[in-house]
């Protein structure tokens, strides 16, 4: 159970990683100036990061064997649960699928076919403000949060870890499902535009 609520935790870093780059990559209007960038780039990091490590703590003290001394999880602390659990080919696959999505979806220039229709994608980062992709990855935190409190009672109350990673399992796929849908049509070129 820890090996898989830490898989959906670790994803959240990949997700603020990549919403970095996309930040960085970002074309529109007077967000292509550095100025901007310089600004909100550093305070999403800090952000998004404290929210991020705050959730590994309760990762780390409700699903797995608590902490070592450190107040956060820790880059070793990290490598080690991913040693120990042998999920370097989960954590590989996580930064693929996400590596992908942004080049074809946020960096690349070329015809794709949609659900629903054919288009040329414009590359999202054309399209796309900082103010948008500041906000964009908070619904995933936000679903882990309530899973892992969610889930935490139940562990501590039956102790069972298997009903708060069933939680967290429902949670996490219906919104990643439905944030992707949502996140692409919006950014979708304008017919005809």
Wanted: with cysteine; hydrophobic share 55%; aromatic share 14%.
């Amino acid at each position: 159970v820890f090996a898989l609520v830490f898989l959906f935790w670790l994803e959240n870093v990949v997700v603020g990683g990549f919403n970095v780059l996309r930040m960085f990559w970002v074309q529109r209007g007077a967000e292509r100036t550095p100025l901007a960038k310089v600004v909100v780039i550093p305070f999403f990091c800090f952000h998004y990061g404290m929210f991020t490590a705050v959730h590994g703590v309760f990762v780390f003290a409700l699903f797995g064997s608590g902490f070592s001394g450190d107040l956060f999880p820790s880059v070793q602390m990290v490598m080690q649960v991913i040693d120990e659990h042998a999920l370097w080919v989960a954590v590989g696959a996580l930064v693929l699928s996400h590596a992908f999505s942004f080049v074809r979806n946020y960096v690349s220039e070329g015809e794709y076919r949609s659900f629903v229709r054919n288009y040329v994608s414009e590359g999202e980062y054309r399209r796309v403000t900082l103010q948008q992709l500041m906000s964009q990855p908070y619904a995933r935190v936000v679903v882990l949060h309530i899973a892992i409190i969610g889930g935490g009672f139940l562990v501590m109350a039956l102790g069972a870890p298997v009903l708060g990673l069933l939680l967290l399992v429902v949670l996490k796929v219906a919104v990643d499902v439905s944030a992707h849908l949502r996140e692409h049509a919006k950014l979708a070129p304008v017919e005809g535009g």
